[in-house]
Structures are given as structure tokens and as C-alpha cells.
């Protein structure tokens, strides 16, 4: 039911002509290419779960692949797109560069990743079906990695047509392991695999309640790049080193972040053994409250995290479903408790996008805390995946098949699981 619920978020929160995804529920609010990218591999889940017809499927899919395609690409300041990457948010109506904002190398990561999905699920020898793979491919081969390094080792976040490229850089474990083997996969512009290194090399293995785990603090830098690629067994040399792999260390962070809540250092109100989940999240502020003699600290959107913070009472049921092919243990439990005990299923696409018990919210909310109003569209896509993986692992699945994503493993030197 929850995720039936999410995925109507695909469905509805569109513009069906060019197959751009709202960002965000909010009134005004543009389309972000990453929650683009996360409804095309939805709707192959959509498909299979019988909440939209085929037909339905390939023609949004090719609505979006092709508005990317014809899409205006070059340095102008309201581009779509430029050497291959696309601006992180974008008019819902005309497709152009929203707000100024950054030309994104990982939100065009997570959009590439849809296309191949779709690519890699929509096979049929048919002329629509056909299309859908000729311009996934094409999409894919545009981006100019070696562009993206900026005459460095490791990638540039992003570039802006007025000031150029952005001073940071993908170092330390992140999302970013998607953006890597992307980019090592590229039959084109190919990152060359002392990126790779580099990157590595910027890692932290810590030591925390018990257990040992390459260390980022949002929950959500421990799934996104999960999404799509099955880690199981998976090594790489970092890994190979450590006797561990990515999927272990994903499961380790979760239960990290169970064991946070349960000592709850900070001392707010709610957390416990199935009610934690905190990650980059909208929240209650920016606000200050002296609430039952403490002066608290509310944040508005910020990257929460686990165990240094920030962290001010805000927890995400999203990140909690995305941990479930990781912990199913620890997290069907905590998905009953926002459901039953919470009270959190509410709105006609599952759950909102966050939650602070220590917040009293607005006077007469139903809750008597603060509840987001708001959906986002990068929070949806994982929980219809995720659940989709745990339950039938058909994104993985698809994403085997897709030579990319195959030899960008190789070429960072994986080797194991179904590699093998």
C-alpha cells in the first residue's frame, strides 16, 4: 500500500508532455532532474505491481527521454543542459534552468540512471520500445566526464554559466559512488580510473556503537547509489581491504542510526528503537525555542547526520523505508510504527517528507509536533524502489544487464557477487 501510495506522486506530480518531475509539493516549485531520473526507473516497477498499463509507461519514458534529447544544451545562462549534464532544477512548463541553480553532475548521474533502467526494461523489438533504448544510450554517451574533473582528479559537484566550475569537489563516501561508475562507464568521455583512487582515498572508516563502517553521516549517503546497483558480495579494493562491502556497510549505517535514537544523546523527544531515520531533510526552522528549560535549535533544510549532527529532532520516514533490503529487521518496525503508532501515513502520497516530535509545529496541528506539509520527489522514488528491491529485486536486476553499469564496476576494480 505504501508504495502504490508513492508511486502516485510519479503519476500525478508531472507534466506529461515533457516528462518532467516536480521537485517538490510546493506551489510554484520547479521539476529536479533527479526526481526525473527516479520515475523513469518507477515506472517499470509500475508496470510489473500493475499501477500503470505498458503503454502508459513507454509513452511518458519517451516523453521525457526525448524532451531531454531536443532539449537546448550550451553556456547560455537558460539552458537545459550544457556538455552533457543537465541543471538540477528546471521549469516544469518550458524545461529551462530554474533559479540560477548549479548544472549538477550527480542529480545527472541519478537521470541517467533512469534512462538506462528504462533501456534495460523496455526491450521489445517495437519502434517505441527501440527509441526508448537509442536515446537512453545517446543520453548517457553525451555527458563529457573528463569536462567535469576541471583538469583535476576527482569530480566537480557542478558548473555555473556565470562563475564557472563550483569550488567542491565529490570526495569522502557518498552518493557519488553511482557518479564514479557512471562516468568509469562511459564509452565516451570515460573518467580515467585513478578518479576512482582518488576518491577512495578520501574516505573515513570509523568505529561507532559497536561497529566499524565506511562513515557518512545522512542516512540517505548510504542508499541513493544502493538504489540502482546491487553491492552484495561486491568489492572493490577499499572493500577488499576491510573484509566488508558497500551493502554491508549501508547495513551497518542502519543500524547505527537505530542505536543513535536509542541512546539519544541530545536528549529529543520521539526517538527510540522504532522511531529514528535522519538524513539531508527539510525541518521545522530555521527557528529557536526554549522548550521544557532547553534552548533548542531548528534547522530548515539541512544535511542531518548521524552520530556528530547536525541533528535537531527531525527524523525522515522515507530514509527509514530505504534501509529495508539492508535491515528488514529493524525496519518493517519502525514503518509499522510511523504508520500505527505515529500516525504518519497521511496525504495521498504516503508519507510526508519529515517529522520533529521536540516541535511543537504550527498551534492546532493534528499531531501537536511538526509534520512537513510537503513531498519530495528525490524522497518518493527511493521508497518505490527500495521496496521493490527488497521484495522482488527487479531495479537490480534490470541494472545487471546494463553494460555501463557493468564495466564502470570493472573499471573500478570490483569483482565478486554477480559480477562474477
Known amino acids: 500500500m505504501l508504495q502504490r501510495e508513492t508511486f502516485d506522486y510519479f503519476v500525478h506530480e508531472a507534466n506529461h508532455a515533457n516528462g518532467l518531475v516536480l521537485d517538490k509539493t510546493e506551489e510554484n516549485w520547479p521539476a529536479s532532474i533527479a526526481a526525473t531520473g527516479l520515475a523513469l526507473a518507477c515506472y517499470p516497477v ?8 505498458r503503454s502508459a509507461a513507454v ?9 531531454f534529447w531536443n532539449s537546448p544544451q550550451g553556456p547560455e545562462p537558460d539552458a537545459t543542459g550544457y556538455r552533457g549534464f543537465y541543471y538540477h532544477f528546471l521549469d516544469m512548463q518550458t524545461g529551462r534552468r530554474a533559479w540560477l541553480c548549479e548544472l549538477s553532475t550527480v542529480d545527472s548521474a541519478f537521470l541517467f540512471a533512469g534512462a538506462l533502467a528504462a533501456a534495460a526494461y523496455f526491450v521489445a523489438d517495437v519502434a517505441d520500445e527501440r527509441e526508448i533504448r537509442v536515446l537512453a544510450d545517446a543520453l548517457y554517451r553525451s555527458a563529457d ?41 562511459s564509452p565516451t568521455y570515460p573518467l580515467p580510473e585513478s578518479s576512482y583512487t582518488a576518491w577512495t582515498s578520501s574516505y573515513r572508516w570509523e568505529s561507532c556503537y559497536g561497529y566499524e563502517f565506511l562513515y557518512a553521516g545522512p542516512l540517505f549517503t548510504h542508499q541513493l547509489s544502493h538504489v540502482w546497483i546491487d553491492f552484495r558480495s561486491l568489492q572493490d579494493q577499499f572493500m577488499r581491504n576491510k573484509a566488508s562491502d558497500y551493502f554491508e556497510n549501508s547495513r551497518r549505517a542502519t543500524h547505527v542510526q537505530r542505536r543513535y535514537a536509542i541512546e539519544n544523546p541530545r536528549g529529543f523527544d520521539g526517538y527510540g528503537e522504532h522511531c529514528w531515520g535522519i538524513t539531508a531533510s527539510e525541518g ?44 528488514p529487521e529493524i525496519v518493517l518496525p519502525a514503518i509499522d510504527f510511523c504508520i500505527h503508532q505515529a500516525k504518519l501515513k497521511v496525504g495521498k502520497y504516503g508519507f510526508n517528507a519529515a517529522f520533529n516530535p521536540t516541535h511543537p509545529g504550527e498551534p492546532g496541528n493534528p499531531y501537536g509536533w511538526w509534520v512537513s506539509p510537503f513531498h519530495f520527489g528525490l524522497n518518493q522514488g527511493p521508497i518505490v524502489l527500495m521496496i521493490e528491491n ?22 573500478a576494480g570490483f569483482e565478486g557477487g554477480w559480477l562474477g
Open 59 to 67: 509513452e511518458r519514458t519517451l516523453a521525457t527521454l526525448r524532451f
Open 390 to 411: 527488497h521484495r522482488s529485486g527487479l531495479l537490480w536486476q534490470l541494472m545487471r544487464s546494463s553494460p555501463p553499469i557493468r564495466s564502470g564496476l570493472q573499471r
Open 145 to 185: 566526464w573528463q569536462w567535469a574533473q576541471n583538469q583535476g582528479e576527482t569530480v566537480t559537484h557542478g558548473w555555473k554559466p556565470e562563475s564557472g566550475f563550483l569550488e567542491y569537489r565529490w570526495e569522502g563516501y557518498d552518493e557519488a559512488l553511482l557518479l564514479y561508475i557512471l562516468g568509469l562507464g
Open 46 to 53: 509500475g508496470v510489473e505491481s500493475g499501477f500503470m498499463s
Open 284 to 327: 521545522p526552522g530555521p527557528a529557536s525555542l526554549k522548550l521544557n528549560g532547553i534552548q533548542r535549535e531548528f534547522e530548515d533544510y539541512v544535511g542531518r547526520g548521524v552520530p556528530y549532527g547536525p541533528d535537531d529532532g527531525t527524523l525522515a520516514p522515507w530514509a527509514v523505508v530505504a534501509s529495508l533490503p539492508f535491515a
